[in-house]
C-alpha cells in the first residue's frame, strides 16, 4: 500500500466509526450545546462537511474553490453562522446523510489520485497525502466534541499515529504562528499508543522530554484538552511551554481550551 492508500483508509475509518455512532443519536441530541465554542452536534457534523466541501471542491476545481472562499471570506459571518446559512439549517439525520455522502466521494476521489497531487489551498497549496491526514486529525479532534458531552466511550485505534506525527512536526510552527521564537530544540517525546506500542521522535534529551499516552498528546495539539487535564509528563521549558499552546491545525493562533472545559461528562 501506497502511504496515500494507508492514510485514505485510515480516513474512511475514522468517519466510517463516528457515522455508526452518530446513528445511535435521538434527534433531540443534534440540538445539544458540546464545549467547543457552544457549537451543537449539528454545528460539529457541518463543519465536517464544509471541511470535506472544500477538498472535493479543490480536487474538482482549484478556481472554484477560491470563489468559494472568497464567498466565505466576504459574507461577515463566523464559520458556524456561515455554514448554517450556508446549508440552510439542515439538521438531524439529513445532516448526517449529507455529510455521510459527500465524506465517502472524498474518500474515493483520494483514493484514486496520484499521490503527487496538490490542492489549491487557502494558504500554500497541500499536497494530497498532507490534505488527507488533515481530515482524519480533524474527524478524529471534532468528534471528542460529541463523544465529551454524550459520556459515551471513544474507543481508540493506531491510526492516531498520524495525528501524532503532525503534532510533532508542528513544534516550531507552535511557536512562529504566536510571532514567537521556540525556545528551544524539539522535545524527545516517547508515547505509548492505543495497542501498547511505543512511539518516538527527535533526539533524546534528559532535560527535555515528553512522555505519555498518545491519545493525550493527540487530544492536547489538535486543542481538545488542555494539558494541565492529561497526565502527559513534561520536562523541561520547551516542552512546558509547547504543551501550554500546541496547536496542530492551520490558521490563525487559538487558545487551548480552559482547564477542566473539556472533559467527558459523567
Not at 475509518?13 to 451543537?40: I, N, V
Not at 501524532?164 to 524527545?188: C, D, E, M, S
Request: glycine share 8%; with cysteine.
Amino acid at each position: 500500500m501506497t502511504d496515500l492508500t494507508n492514510i485514505v483508509a485510515d480516513l474512511r475509518a475514522e468517519g466510517d466509526e463516528l457515522y455508526q455512532f452518530l446513528l445511535s443519536l435521538d434527534e433531540s441530541d443534534w440540538s445539544r450545546a458540546t464545549t467547543f465554542k457552544s457549537w451543537t452536534i449539528n454545528d460539529v457534523v457541518a463543519h465536517l462537511y464544509f471541511g470535506d466541501y472544500l477538498g472535493v471542491t479543490s480536487h474538482q476545481d482549484g478556481q472554484a474553490f477560491k470563489r468559494f472562499m472568497a464567498e466565505v471570506q466576504s459574507s461577515g459571518l463566523t464559520l458556524a453562522e456561515f455554514t448554517r446559512q450556508w446549508l440552510d439549517k439542515l439538521s438531524g439525520t439529513e445532516m448526517l446523510e449529507r455529510w455521510r455522502g459527500l465524506f465517502l466521494e472524498m474518500c474515493e476521489l483520494f483514493a484514486a489520485s496520484d499521490p503527487g497531487l496538490r490542492l489549491t489551498w487557502a494558504g500554500p497549496d497541500m499536497g494530497i497525502q498532507m490534505f488527507a491526514t488533515a481530515r482524519l486529525m480533524e474527524t478524529w479532534a471534532h468528534s471528542w466534541a460529541i463523544y465529551d458531552l454524550l459520556g459515551a466511550p471513544h474507543k481508540q485505534n493506531d491510526r492516531i499515529k498520524h495525528i501524532a506525527t503532525i503534532g510533532v512536526k508542528t513544534y516550531q510552527w507552535t511557536f512562529v504562528n504566536r510571532g514567537l521564537t521556540p525556545p528551544g530544540p524539539p522535545p524527545h517525546i516517547s508515547l505509548r499508543a492505543p495497542s501498547g506500542e511505543r512511539w518516538e521522535w527527535n533526539a533524546e534529551q534528559g532535560d527535555n522530554n515528553i512522555s505519555g499516552d498518545a491519545v493525550e498528546f493527540c487530544q492536547v495539539v489538535t486543542q481538545v484538552r488542555n494539558i494541565a487535564d492529561t497526565r502527559l509528563k513534561l520536562n523541561g521549558d520547551a516542552a512546558q511551554q509547547w504543551m501550554s499552546i500546541a496547536q496542530c491545525f492551520a490558521g490563525p493562533a487559538e487558545e487551548p481550551p480552559a482547564k477542566g472545559l473539556r472533559t467527558a461528562s459523567k
